[in-house]
């Protein structure tokens, strides 16, 4: 029997694309999830948090060891001494963070007048400002952004220094609510921000890794032997989903730590005290948490379809890189596009983010945090989906006509060939 | 008198292009093929017939368009213009499993096993992974690399990755086996082995189709080829009618060195030290003999040498191809 009468049964004689993507993302997968550099991406998230932990406890420290910017307060002593009892009055009401605070220049310890200017100038940047004058006719000299910051506590010292005993602070009863309109939105504003932040982030710092991968195919140069025996869209996919899966394993093992760092019963960058304190989305919890990792999903192989496509086109890192910028660029663009869906009264630049497929998974997470319903986010994702689909038909198409090409062969043949697949074969 | 024919003459069965695939089923058939990358023409109207069953060379120097043929073949490039079927399927994807392809530039993954690597390349063409295993498996025994199976690709030398990478391009039992330069960077000795290969995977059935620019690769193994320089293809048929389009060349020494019997040589003939040189003549070289030996020319020896398909080569594709074809041979691997 000839080969041309085996293959009527041609049904059988390939894989689907379903099973043909599966065969490259099995393999993609375990190749990855076993790699070191799975593990290096695994700890990726470390380093910045070291970084984060570091500047902050150095920040802190630097802090610590700051001076205490004050007011210099030069007055007669009897008018100091007021000064000073309505500070202690007014800290007590307000905190002691509430309230600038005052280094004495008494009399009575030899400091008749003091140099305002001179003391703000001074180098050391102790004194932000200098109270001087007497209660009646007091002077405050000071930069214009401390004047604007200081000049109502001042104020109000010099009030109540003044009128000490006729100042009373009544007793305040307060009634508690559970449920308010306005902070439940601002609130859920929040949470949408957050989940819009952290969709971000997490994109970022995983959609890079797919475009190390095809420039790796390339390099171990299979990639012509599965586009002989796959169809190109298949091969992208496989990989598409391969890097997705990765991601979220990646995910899965961060959020599992975090989880065990918060049961064990500290709050590492507050992120429990952050959690509990963010109000319940707008379609709850299990669905939102649901939503956020297909709109994860989705916005993953929205950006991963082109930066494969980029992949595929570079044949070099440094290509990878050049190449790679705007679309990093766009990234950045997108998330602040997306943002407009937390505006108020901006409704077209709302749908347009919906509309964007880029922006949609983003804009989408911020609907599900703020809005109850269901339906238009499920219509968005398929909206989505549809659209990874396109991405991933043209950059299969680009890849195919773009860089499987060969050869110096035929005319006009010293046209710049720098995006070719290979230089020197026929 | 001694008088050889150093080749089978067959006068007259001179076979056309085209007619090599009569009375067989095609494997592969394409017309008309062209292919421009940003308006720069690669391969311009290629028209191929590949017989089931055959083995079939595609040669032509670097740059020829043979690789861009071999891709627009199997579906990873599509033609601008002309059709193409494999096994009567205009879209070779379709019938995945029944090809086997072998690039020209050879990948593996450095971190697999061998084993692993063939039952993946098994997987790609349909072939579940455990039965690509054991496929795998008596593959590199019956090559002697049955000791390499567990070994990680980037562990194997060269020549023993190529092979593994052969082995998984034959591991599904493809039915038409595509080899882009499959010589190159192969050693005499793995040359050797790779041509028995392919002669028993046509023994078998199989249609196997190799781009070469080694001609004499193409002359010991292949039944057909397609000449190829420039994109075009200027000749596609058998070897044989590719040699036969040159007329086999008489040698002829005597003990004379002139008289009148000289007159009876053809116009071309011509004297290259003791021997003279002529095409031969239509009719054939009983009548010329005859003159000679009654014109007492005294004949030591006479040999009809046929064309080679270098000769033939040189005579379709032109001497500028038949050069760079050759320093492509002596460049490229040493070959």
Known sequence: ?426 | MDIAVSDQVQAGNAVQTEQASAGHPLAIEARGLVKRFDGTLAVDGVDISVPEGAIYGVLGPNGAGKTTTLRMLLGIIDPDEGVRRVFGHDRPHDIARLIGYLPEERGLYPSMKAIEAIAFMGALRGLSLPEGRERGLELLERHDLAHAADRQIRQLSKGMAQTVQLLGTLVHRPKLVVLDEPFSGLDAINQGKLERMIRALADEGTTVIFSTHVIHHAERLCEGVAIIAGGKVPYAGSVEAARDRIPAQVRLETRAREGAWTAALPEDARREGDYFMFSLPDTGVEPLLRQLIEGDAGILSLSIERAGLHDAFVHIAGEAAAKQLEADGHAGNGQ
């Not at chain 1, 932990?53 to 001494?81: H, T």
């Not at chain 1, 002691?96 to 140099?115: C, N």
């Open chain 1, 1 to 426: 029997m000839s080969a041309s009468n085996e293959v009527d049964m041609s049904q059988k004689a390939r894989l689907s694309n379903f099973q043909a993507a599966m065969v490259v993302a099995r393999r993609d997968f375990v190749a990855i999830l076993f790699s070191r550099s799975f593990l290096f991406f695994l700890l990726g998230p470390l380093f910045p948090a070291v970084v984060f932990g570091m500047s902050g406890g150095l920040g802190a420290a630097a802090n610590q060891n700051a001076p205490d910017v004050r007011i210099a307060l030069q007055m007669p002593s009897e008018d100091m001494a007021a000064i000073l009892a309505a500070h202690e009055r007014i800290e007590s009401e307000l905190g002691r963070g509430g309230v600038p605070h005052f280094y004495l220049f008494d009399p009575a310890d030899g400091h008749d007048t003091i140099d305002p200017e001179a003391l703000i100038a001074d180098n050391s940047g102790i004194y932000g400002a200098a109270l001087t004058g007497t209660l009646e006719e007091p002077i405050l000299t000071g930069t214009q952004d401390r004047l604007r910051m200081w000049s109502g506590h001042v104020t109000m010292h010099l009030a109540l220094a003044r009128n000490q005993a006729d100042v009373s602070y009544p007793a305040l009863s307060t009634s508690l609510v559970t449920k308010s309109g306005a902070t439940t939105k601002d609130r859920r504003r929040d949470t949408a921000q957050i989940s819009m932040t952290l969709l971000f982030l997490l994109m970022m710092l995983l959609a890079g890794m797919v475009l190390s991968n095809l420039v790796e195919e390339k390099a171990n140069k299979i990639i012509e032997i599965l586009a002989a025996a796959l169809p190109m869209e298949a091969v992208f996919l496989g990989k598409l989903f391969a890097m997705l899966a990765v991601s979220l394993v990646g995910i899965a093992v961060w959020f599992s730590l975090i989880g065990l760092v918060i049961l064990s019963g500290s709050d590492f960058g507050n992120v429990k005290q952050t959690l509990m304190g963010m109000p319940d989305p707008g379609v709850g919890w299990p669905l939102f948490s649901v939503l956020f990792v297909v709109n994860f999903s989705m916005g993953y192989l929205l950006i991963g379809s082109i930066f494969l496509a980029i992949g595929a086109l570079a044949s070099t890192v440094r290509e990878v890189q050049t190449l790679s910028m705007p679309v990093t660029m766009l990234q950045l663009f997108i998330f602040f596009f997306a943002s407009f869906t937390l505006i108020d009264g901006a409704p077209v630049l709302e749908a347009m983010a919906i509309l964007f497929p880029l922006s949609s998974p983003f804009a989408m997470t911020a609907r599900a945090a703020q809005s109850e319903e269901i339906w238009p986010i499920l219509i968005a994702i398929g909206y989505q989906a549809l659209w990874v689909a396109i991405f991933i038909k043209m950059g299969s198409t680009l890849f195919r006509k773009r860089v499987m090409k060969s050869g110096g062969g035929g005319h006009n043949s010293n046209k710049r060939r720098w995006y070719q697949f290979k230089r020197s074969t026929s």
